[in-house]
């Protein structure tokens, strides 16, 4: 049974940093891109970070261009995001996604055949 699980997820104070990893069970998460979604509560769950299989290929939502950083590591089925430079606007819950295909660059939420259960990071001012 495919599964991703997030882990790394707390409260950390604005201008801090979070590391979030997401662990696949289940399935060969190598052949899929990958990346990070988020929610607000009464919002849409939107991009965050993407990255196609081989690692070549990334996307950043304009909110975390130049904060965030997406990375993945094949042999361990992992994917990481870490976060820099926190701010009060990027609390939210974070999901880890699979894609239904390879070469994603830019996720949607309809295109993503695995989702995690979620992570809350709280970022407080």
């Known amino acids: 049974q495919a599964q991703l699980v997030e882990s790394g997820g707390g409260l950390v104070q604005a201008g801090g940093s979070l590391r979030l990893s997401c662990a696949a069970y289940?399935?060969?998460?190598?052949?899929?891109?990958m990346g990070w979604f988020r929610q607000v509560v009464g919002k849409e769950r939107e991009i965050v970070a993407g990255?196609?299989?081989?690692?070549?290929?990334?996307y950043y939502s304009d909110s975390v261009k130049g904060r965030f950083t997406i990375s993945r590591d094949n042999d361990k089925n992992t994917v990481t995001l870490q976060m820099n430079s926190l701010k009060p606007d990027d609390t939210a819950v974070y999901y880890c996604a699979a894609d239904r295909s390879m070469s994603t660059i830019q996720m949607s939420t309809s295109g993503t055949r695995y989702w995690g259960k979620g992570t809350q990071v709280t970022v407080s001012s």
């Open positions: 289940g399935f060969a998460s190598s052949y899929y891109a």
């Open positions: 990255i196609t299989w081989s690692g070549g290929g990334t």
